[in-house]
């Protein structure tokens, strides 16, 4: 009877509500995080995984999306600064490790990079087309970042292969003579690098993608470094080497030539201790000892990597099946530091692929060598809802064909990129070689990772404005003093948690950065040009250059201060300084790109006029140097200053810096620049040092250092210039040391105090006679010895100076001072003097405070004439 009832009760008129499934389910979904993946074709995916989860669960969705048959080969990478991986930040990158929580390596809201982690020796035993594919895109991108090296006739050989598979076969009606001026194939692209490579192309007809790759991968498995992962080491000299740990053993470099090969048949043990990494070495039959080599590394950190890297390379290549862990290696303390092993060896990877001979269904090749997808540094909207509908592999039969890589004629309106009209309408080039000379045009390249905790209040400290979709830019406003240190008032946020806000509206913006939880991420390009808020009074119309000086009331120095200090209170300075032309498109800088004279520009994209450049007359390699005269005249004075801006000197280009000191009578030289920032060389050191041989810079000319005094900021030397003949005169360096590599010195007065240094040290002998044909009786103008410059570049320091010791001149005359246009009058001289706003606001900054404080006096009060 009660069974009966029972059965009635739960019939159909009933229910039932689960109330711990339910709870689970949405536990479960608040442990959940976002981990972005950014794979080899810079496209982008975004995957779920619970924050408990291990790196393989994470592996192995990215694998499945890609449909990725050979994985073993492949790993994430991560940096702790949020930046991707490359050339200059080796020391920060990590892989994923599959036994350890993501989250406890990365944190939340963590980036990966996909990676190929184990070279294979021999690539054509590569089972998949698209395994070799994936490889074909890491190698090109490590040779254009710099991280690989290869001769030069091996990397024309390779971007030929590269232009093969991604173009197909050479057609002269397809193919228009400059079809190669818009990729990115090496890394200092020339023309005469495209004409060969274009007579490479056209050798390779025929060749299928497939073809192509397998040819490029079985030369760029010739080279050296082909397989490295290097670790900078010292050996027992002290001498600066790298360690690099490749499938066939460890190898020594030196000057990026390989010195040593360790092969693992005659390893007996690698060890770690505190700093020094050791290479125990199989004893000969005559040696009654075992080797032990030491390498001292730059830290202890550094030294454990490449022991693991080391270990896990013998391992995936050597053994035939992974090693098993020690009984007591999970004790850690008894059995000392556990080594690490991998899931699989390459030779199960390849008995496995051989069983499945999975079939090589069809993929897209997206084309990876455009210079403005290179630039843009994030994808475009387009790209990633298309990233978002399919992975990188597609399996269905009607996907469409891609695009040629070479036209743009069916490309959507919608992407077409930025760069082009930067291009065409504000005459901005794409990209520089140099990065801390350079402007950087892309957002990307300027772009910063700050990552914020949220303070007591679950407040991040700083409001955005702007935002409403349509380009308007989403800037911070108001920042706490807590976050000062990270953030600054004026720096535009172009995402925030790995979504950009360049579509956003003002209200999306906020609702974004409040629905965070946890570490706050935002992708900023500092010192961005401040907009006025819409919602206060508009700042009235700033006229840095008044067509009648007249027009201004009072003092027209003080009026013209008073006008630059509103300029840089309201933005609007920094906004007149983006529109600038950078270089003159009238203007030829033919002479600079004569094939004879590529070698001697430290960067390719800045040459100068060949108008206003330097001609040497007795030049030991020719009458080309890259340099410029600039001529600034001071009104109502007699007074021109005159420079020659040049560019750091190469160790080829030394004698003809000097025989340019020697013809010009300068006596004052301004370096502006270190030696070397980053570990790029900026400048070859020209001079010998105190005590030294003679420096022997041409055959009648030698150097001699008599002195020099570290002043702090700043170094003086003194130097003697003799030539052959018997002639000598006396030249003074200035060093300017306290510029850092990239932003401002912190310290304006020093530098307005070397500024006026500088001025103190011009010598005024006359040496170039000048016509002023406005005169009726044709008098000569004499001007000064001109005061040479020189940074890097010879542009963005270089003008600043010119710009601040301009600046000071006009001041102590009493002259209106409108940097603007003495930005323009250098252009027209030199392209890019001044490159990037954060050097033009801090001269400007600079020479505002001096006149505040009364550093620089008009001459009625200091006596000057």
């Known amino acids: 009877m009660i069974e009966s009832v029972s059965r009635r009760a739960f019939s159909s008129s009933s229910g039932t509500y689960n109330v711990r499934a339910s709870e689970i389910a949405r536990d479960r979904k608040l442990n959940i995080f976002n981990v972005t993946v950014v794979f080899l074709d810079e496209t982008q995916q975004s995957f779920q995984i619970e924050k408990k989860a291990k790196g393989n669960v994470l592996l192995e969705q990215v694998f499945q ?116 001026s818009e990729l990115c194939l090496l890394p200092k692209q020339t023309g005469e690098d495209e004409r060969r490579i274009r007579e490479l192309h056209k050798l390779h007809r025929g060749q299928s993608p497939a073809d192509a790759e397998a040819n490029f991968l079985e030369h760029a498995k010739r080279l050296d470094c082909y397989g490295v992962e290097s670790h900078p080491a010292k050996d027992y000299n002290g001498k600066d080497i790298f360690i690099g740990v490749t499938s066939i053993g460890i190898v020594v470099f030196q000057n990026n030539i390989r010195v040593n090969t360790f092969s693992w048949s005659k390893i007996v043990k690698i060890s770690f201790k505190k700093k020094q990494f050791f290479i125990q070495l199989k004893r000969e039959p005559s040696e009654s000892y075992d080797t032990v080599l030491g390498f001292n590394m730059r830290s202890g950190r550094a030294a454990k990597a490449l022991w693991r890297c080391s270990v896990e390379r013998h391992g995936f290549f050597r053994l035939r099946a992974p090693r098993r862990r020690p009984l007591l290696g999970a004790l850690g303390a008894l059995a000392g530091i556990t080594a690490p092993s991998v899931p699989r060896t390459e030779t199960q990877a390849l008995e496995d692929a051989r069983r499945s001979r999975s079939c090589n269904r069809s993929f897209i090749r997206r084309n990876s060598s455009r210079t403005r997808d290179r630039s843009s540094g994030t994808s475009s909207p387009s790209a990633v809802a298309s990233l978002n509908c399919r992975g990188s592999r597609v399996t269905a039969n009607n996907e469409p064909p891609p695009r040629a890589a070479w036209t743009d004629q069916d490309q959507p309106q919608q992407e077409i990129n930025e760069g082009d009209f930067l291009e065409r309408v504000l005459r901005i080039p794409l990209s520089y070689v140099d990065e801390s000379e350079s402007g950087s045009e892309s957002a990307q390249e300027e772009a910063v990772t700050v990552r914020l905790a949220p303070g007591p209040d679950g407040l991040f400290g700083f409001n955005v404005r702007g935002g409403g979709g349509g380009g308007a830019p989403v800037l911070v406003s108001r920042v706490a003093a807590r976050t000062r240190s990270q953030l600054q008032e004026g720096d535009q946020v172009i995402s925030i948690n790995g979504t950009d806000v360049d579509e956003m509206t003002h209200e999306e913006v906020v609702q974004l950065i409040r629905n965070t939880r946890g570490v706050l991420t935002l992708l900023v390009k500092p010192n961005a040009v401040y907009e006025p808020e819409d919602n206060v009074a508009k700042e009235p119309t700033v006229y840095f250059v008044p067509i009648d000086s007249t027009q ?102 030394c ?211």
């Not at 005249?633 to 190469?650: C, H, R």
């Not at 570049?793 to 301009?806: F, K, M, Q, Y």
């Not at 002259?815 to 890019?832: A, G």
């Open 65 to 180: 999306h890609l449909e990725l048959v050979e994985k073993d080969y492949f790993g994430l990478q991560f940096t702790e600064n949020g930046s991707p991986p490359n050339a200059t930040n080796t020391e920060i990158t990590r892989w994923l490790d599959s036994n350890k929580s993501v989250k406890k390596q990365v944190g939340v809201n963590a980036q990966f990079w996909l990676a190929v982690r184990f070279y294979p020796p021999e690539p054509s035993r590569l089972s998949e087309e698209y395994t070799k594919y994936l490889l074909c895109l890491q190698l090109k991108k490590l040779l254009l970042d710099g991280r690989m090296t290869a001769p030069k006739n091996t990397a024309l050989l390779l971007a030929s292969f590269t232009i093969q598979a991604e173009l197909g076969d050479y057609n002269v009606s397809e193919h228009p003579p400059n079809y190669l």
């Open 552 to 653: 201004l009331e009072g003092d027209v120095l003080e009026q013209s201060m008073l006008l630059l200090g509103d300029g840089l209170a309201s933005g609007a300075a920094l906004k007149q300084y983006e529109t600038l032309q950078r270089r003159l498109m009238e203007e030829s800088t033919s002479v600079a790109k004569l094939p004879h004279n590529l070698n001697k520009n430290r960067y390719r994209d800045i040459a100068p006029y060949d108008s206003t450049r330097v001609i040497l007359k007795n030049g030991p390699t020719g009458d080309y140097i890259n340099a410029s005269y600039i001529n600034m005249e001071i009104p109502n004075s007699d007074l021109v200053l005159t420079y020659i801006a040049t560019q750091g000197p190469l160790a080829s280009t």
């Open 655 to 865: 004698g003809d810096f000097w025989q340019m000191v020697w013809e010009s009578e300068s006596s004052l030289v301004v370096m502006l620049t270190v030696l070397a920032e980053r570990g790029r060389a900026k400048c070859h050191q020209y001079w010998p040092k105190v005590g030294a041989t003679p420096l022997k810079a041409t055959s009648a000319l030698s150097i001699h250092t008599t002195s020099e005094q570290n002043h702090g900021h700043y170094i003086r030397r003194e130097m003697t210039v003799k030539e052959s003949s018997g002639a000598s005169r006396s030249v003074t360096q200035l060093q300017y040391v306290a510029w850092p590599d990239h932003g401002v010195p912190e310290d304006a007065a020093a530098f307005i105090d070397f500024t006026q240094l500088c001025s103190t040290l011009r010598n005024h002998r006359a040496v170039i006679p000048v016509t002023v044909e406005e005169c009726e009786d044709l008098e000569e103008k004499v001007l000064d010895p001109p005061m040479i410059v020189h940074c890097s570049a010879g542009v963005g320091r270089t003008g600043a100076l010119i710009l601040a010791e301009t600046a000071l001149a006009l001041i102590q005359r009493g002259q209106p001072l409108y940097p603007l246009d003495l930005v323009r009058h250098m252009r027209t001289q030199r392209p890019l003097c001044i490159q990037n706003a954060s050097q033009y606001k801090f001269v400007c900054e600079s020479i505002q405070a001096a006149y505040a404080q009364g550093i620089t006096k008009p001459p009625t009060e200091n006596g000057s004439n």
